[in-house]
């Protein structure tokens, strides 16, 4: 080997490549190109490559970068990454180290706002089955917005030349900026675990008008969670007319401006007033009809005979009574003369028939049947006896165990308690057991066949 060729370890290739590379790419590039195979790490770190039709470039954006992206990142999104290009030693490879990412064609709030609608109307978040009713005449309303901006006032005053009755309530909160929904996020959640005690009708959330990036706060996901969580009936009045946030869409009503948001939460105090005239009217216009009629019936009432002479009516029902009594009175004593009749008719019949007689020939008949039965159940009951020996000594001899009387004898296995018929039946050292009449037994032990 020469002794003039300088050897370089594989750190030392690596360190020169990083230097021309450093000394000769843009120190910021953009780059335009599809996601492919991206990951998100525990730590928060995203790695994953673009392509475009003839290669790919490895990419890295840290967590501290990825936390300002609003849309969500998956593969095969076409994309425009700020950044610049560096080397990875350790790995000998050279990567695009991403500081900004941007969806191409199209705006990425406008995407992550897409993205995010989606998401939740999928989930159920803006069905209509999930709306609170507006209560028709609230008393208590809260007011979430900035206590420094136009939208308040405009809340206020649409609200308070409606319906001035009404008691308001404002909770400051901010409206745009890092953290504003998790900020009038938790002061929703906040004024709902505090309901029994603020006995709060409704809560409006809203703001005035700005761009998509000033109005973003009521786009996020976690403001958009605690709207559709509420308890309380949540009115949203963000921006103008043309502005449409995720809060508007979840929300139970949407106003489309602050100043709107009167003409949703509150009834106009004039067409109310104008109600309650024509209730009245139509209520005294009722009574009075009613009061007529009843008049008109009491002078028809006043002016009947029962009015004019009651004494009539108590005389007519005694009468009645008197001649109710008659005839009650005639029924029973016609009812009695024909039951004593009747009476003596069956007396004279019995008579006739002669009783005493007939009861003495009943009676022979009755011990003559009780005779024959007697002779008949006898007789019965001795053949039934006759064949009850009969079977009695039948059974007998077939008793297997009579045959012990005349002097024989039964051997059993003591272990299996099986009868040994044949010499085979057993062993040597097998222990049996004779029986003998009068239930005596033997115990045995085989020592020879």
Known sequence: MQKDIKIYTVSQINSLIKAVLEGNLPSRLVVRGEIRDFKQHSSGHCYFSLKDETAILPCVMWSSKFKSVKFSLKDGMAILSTGYIDVYEPGGKYQLYVEKLEPAGVGALQLAFEQMVKKLREEGLFDDEHKKPIPKYPERIGILTSETGAAVHDIVDSIYSRWPCVQLFLYPVPVQGEGAAQKIAATLRDINKRNKRLKLDILIVGRGGGSLEDLWAFNEEVLARAIFDSKIPVISAVGHE??????????????????????????????????????ESRITGHTQSVVRLAAQNLKTILASSMFRNPESIVRAAEQHLDEITSDLTESMENLFTRAKRMLSESYEKVVRIEPHRLLGRKNLELNNLQNRTDTGLKSIINKLQIQLTASANRLQGLNPKSVLQRGYSITKSQKTGVLIRNPEDIQIGDLLITELAGENFIESKVTNK
């Open 242 to 279: 043309v502005d449409t946030t995720i809060a508007d869409l979840v929300a139970d009503k949407r106003a489309s401006t602050p100043t709107k948001a009167g003409v949703v939460a509150v009834p106009n105090m004039y067409e109310v007033l104008e109600q309650i005239n024509s209730f």
